[in-house]
């Protein structure tokens, strides 16, 4: 079974710089998907990007960026320029990409949450 | 459009009554699915739907807890006589379809269950 790690339970960061979260999973799989989901106060879950494990390219949003590394199964996410509206709950979260399985399932990290200090 | 619908917001009970929770996903979305969020945890799938196939209950952590489909559209997740450890935000989720593995998934506000 896959598991995603999220090592830092909270992090902050001054408004407009950049800050990194980190993100570590386990597979067996060489084919899947790697997201990182946003929740605000409100709970919703919002996509803020999202990684194909075939590509080499790190995905990119804006400010919004990851760092891939598929040998060594990390994932983090950087946030550049900071906003106070970027203050919420992170989630890392994987989703196997091969035919048959559970591949309909996202499995979560246990999320870290941003503080942005103006 | 409408985002995926969720109700109650939030709801306190009593320890050993039951509860239903409802999801009203996106309109032409197939697949739906049910995560708990526990305090400190992260999300925990509980159940999944897709279409008319029969549906993935294998996150369900006891038989106290069921969930419906009907017609293909809203679902009802009910947990019966309810613990304290069933204190949590429940959260649903729909996509167009499972089987298209990139399909993204639009998550509702969920309902923050609380028994007391």
């Known amino acids: 079974a896959q598991t995603v790690t999220q090592s830092q339970p909270e992090m902050s960061v001054q408004e407009a710089e950049t800050v990194t979260l980190s993100c570590t999973y386990d597979?067996?799989?060489?084919?899947?998907?790697l997201f990182w989901y946003k929740q605000p106060p409100s709970r919703q879950m919002i996509l803020v990007i999202r990684?194909?494990?075939?590509?080499?390219q790190n995905a990119t949003e804006n400010r919004f960026s990851v760092n891939f590394q598929k040998a060594a199964k990390s994932f983090s996410l950087k946030i550049s320029d900071s906003q106070l509206g970027d203050a919420a709950m992170y989630f890392c979260a994987y989703r196997s990409r091969n035919s048959g399985g559970s591949n309909y399932k996202l499995t979560f990290g246990k999320g870290t949450l941003l503080t942005v200090n103006p | 459009g409408a985002g995926v619908s969720q109700s109650p917001s939030n709801k306190v009970t009593e320890k050993g009554k039951d509860v239903e929770l409802r999801c009203d996903p996106i309109s032409g979305h197939t697949a739906l699915y049910w995560y708990r969020q526990s305090l400190g945890q992260g999300l925990e799938f509980l159940i999944y739907?897709?279409?008319?196939?029969?549906?993935?209950k294998s996150g369900l952590p006891s038989d106290r807890f069921s969930a419906e489909r009907t017609g293909g559209s809203v679902s009802t997740l009910t947990i019966q006589r309810t613990q304290q450890e069933d204190s949590a935000v429940y959260l649903c989720?729909?996509?167009?379809?499972?089987?298209?593995?990139?399909?993204?998934?639009?998550f509702g506000n969920g309902t923050r269950l609380t028994v007391t």
């Open positions: 739907f897709q279409g008319n196939s029969a549906p993935d």
């Open positions: 990684q194909e494990a075939y590509k080499q």
């Open positions: 597979t067996s799989e060489s084919d899947y998907y």
């Open positions: 989720a729909s996509s167009r379809t499972g089987a298209m593995r990139n399909s993204p998934l639009h």
